[in-house]
């Protein structure tokens, strides 16, 4: 019989992603320059913080896009993302 409790998914911690994975670093003047365009864009199109970071770096990360304190998600880009 196949033991169907081997093999990938998404539910095992080796498919999360970790710190020294995260693909992405971003300069702190293109932070900077983001955050200075960030408050139109959510006025116009109704986006979080973390949603927009992430659309505007073309980053996938679920943990920003589903957080909607600007606050949390400030601290969660300057901790994993900013060099």
């Not at 992405?24 to 109704?46: N, V």
């Amino acid at each position: 019989m196949k033991d169907i409790t081997s093999g990938y998914s998404v539910f095992s911690p080796d498919s999360w992603l970790t710190e020294s994975v995260l693909p992405l670093t971003i300069s702190q003047d293109k932070y900077e320059e983001w955050k200075k365009t960030y408050t139109f864009r959510a006025i116009q199109h109704d986006t979080s913080y973390g949603k927009d970071f992430c659309k505007y770096f073309k980053i996938n990360n679920f943990i920003l896009r589903h957080t909607l304190a600007p606050d949390s998600a400030d601290t969660y880009i300057k901790k994993h993302y900013i060099e």
